[in-house]
């Protein structure tokens, strides 16, 4: 005697295994991660389009200047958040 089960349904009403459920579960938490990460970046581009247009102001304004090869080597070994904070903290 044959049985047939499902799981659950696609979007399309097919029927699926409960290892595409699994795996559809999976999908999900995945772009879901993505959309996050892509916040984020989009956050940190704003972030640096915001610190670029600061430093110019105040570079013309004060006539100081930051040095690019200052900034790399006292950020180097941080995390991209803490070289964020010290890349501020020095235009500040």
């Known amino acids: 005697m044959s049985f047939k089960g ?7 009403g097919a029927s699926m295994s409960k290892y ?3 795996v ?5 938490k995945l772009e879901s991660a ?8 989009s956050a940190l581009e704003g972030a640096v389009d915001r610190c670029k247009t600061e430093c110019a102001a105040n570079a013309k304004s004060s006539g100081g200047t930051v040095s690019a090869s200052g900034l790399k080597e006292a950020t180097k070994g941080l995390g991209p958040e803490a070289k964020i904070n010290a890349i501020i903290a020095a235009l500040s």
């Open 6 to 12: 499902t799981a659950g349904k696609s979007s399309s």
């Open 20 to 22: 595409d459920v699994e």
């Open 24 to 28: 559809e579960a999976r999908l999900n």
């Open 34 to 41: 993505i959309s996050s990460i892509e916040a984020m970046v």
